[in-house]
Each structure stands twice: as C-alpha cells, then as structure tokens.
C-alpha cells in the first residue's frame, strides 16, 4: 500500500477569512478519475483509500458498502510531486505548493522559527491543506563567499573556515532540526561577484 499524498479541492472558493479548517475522510473512494501512477495512465479508474492508506486503484475496485464517494470525472489524479530546491519562507508558499500538486518541499534556507513551527504542525495535525517542508534551514558558507559576497552589508552568520568550524556547523543545524544540509560553492563565473572560490582572489572591501 501507499500513502496517500494527494488532496482534492472541491466546491466553492471562499476567502480567507471565511474559509473553514479542512475536514478529511480517512476512508473514501474516487471514482470516474484519470489517473497517472508515475508509470502509466489508466484512462477511468477508481482509488479507494482506507484509513489513510491507497488500498486499491484501477478500472474494477470493488467500493465497501457505506463508504464516501467522490467523483473525480475530468480530472487527473497523481502521486504528490516532490519540489528538491524550494524556498519557503511563509505557510503560504506551503499552500500554493500544494495546489499544484508538490505535497513535499525540501527546503534549502528559510528562516528557523518558521520551519521549527512548521515541522511542529506536520507532527501534530499532519498539516493536510499545505506542502510538508524539510529544510536545510541555513546553508554551509564561507566568510565572503556566496551568497554573502553579493551583500558586503549584511552580517555573514553562519560560516564555516575551518575543519572546526564545519563541526559546529553540523551540530548546530542538527539542534535546531535541520533534515539535511545546504553547501553552497560558487567562484562568480555564473554570478558575476567574486568569491574565495575565486580563480583570482577577491579584493579587499
């Protein structure tokens, strides 16, 4: 079986202000659906979903008596996509994500207290109305190297220098919940500034 990672938005828009905490069925089925499996399209099919979980897809799923039916005729069904760069910097950002389908964004600099309450929402309620986010929180730089040697005013934190420093690099990110780590290596060929990775040293400022 596989988990369900894909959300149908149905009914009417409401604004923000009126719009309701989403309600979710933990048991129901899709029927009348196009639907890509990440290998092929079966044209009409029906996805049957118990206790959260893809218990069957496919053009004859038998529906168990008294289970909630939605009909997904003219529209596609698919595995939620997953984003491998993102930058989410609001819970909107999440949200747009998964209205085009991305359930799951790995995220490569955000700001701490966004993430650390995020991932306290995934953990509590599941979060079903946004994309998950896993973030490296802050990158791996150098004193003066990108993106800080495009900002000579703003204060270059973190950075590593050295072999030590890389390890308190490592530790700090994984005390703040970091999922994994963003090292960011750039000379200026591609963005003009140069860099301690520079083939010709960068001048003093």
Known sequence: MTSLALAFTLGTTTSSAEAAQP???????????????????????????????????????????????????????????LDSHAHAWQRGDLERAAQFGVTTEFDMWSDLAFIQAMTAEQESTGAPD?????????????????????TP????????????????FVKDRLKEGANHLKIMIEDGTLTGPQSPYSATPPSRR
């Open 23 to 81: 309600t979710c069925s933990q048991s129901f089925a899709i029927t009348n659906v196009r639907v890509f499996d990440g290998d092929k399209v079966i044209a009409k099919a029906t996805v049957l979903v118990v206790d959260d979980e893809i218990a069957a897809v496919g053009p004859k799923v038998k529906i168990p008596q008294g289970t909630p039916t939605i009909d997904g005729a003219g529209a596609t069904l698919m595995p939620g996509m």
């Open 130 to 150: 946004r994309a998950d986010v896993f973030s490296a929180i802050h990158p791996a730089t150098v004193t003066e190297g990108y993106p800080y040697n495009w």
């Open 153 to 168: 005013d703003v204060i270059e934190s973190p950075t590593i220098d050295s072999p030590q420093g890389a390890k308190k």
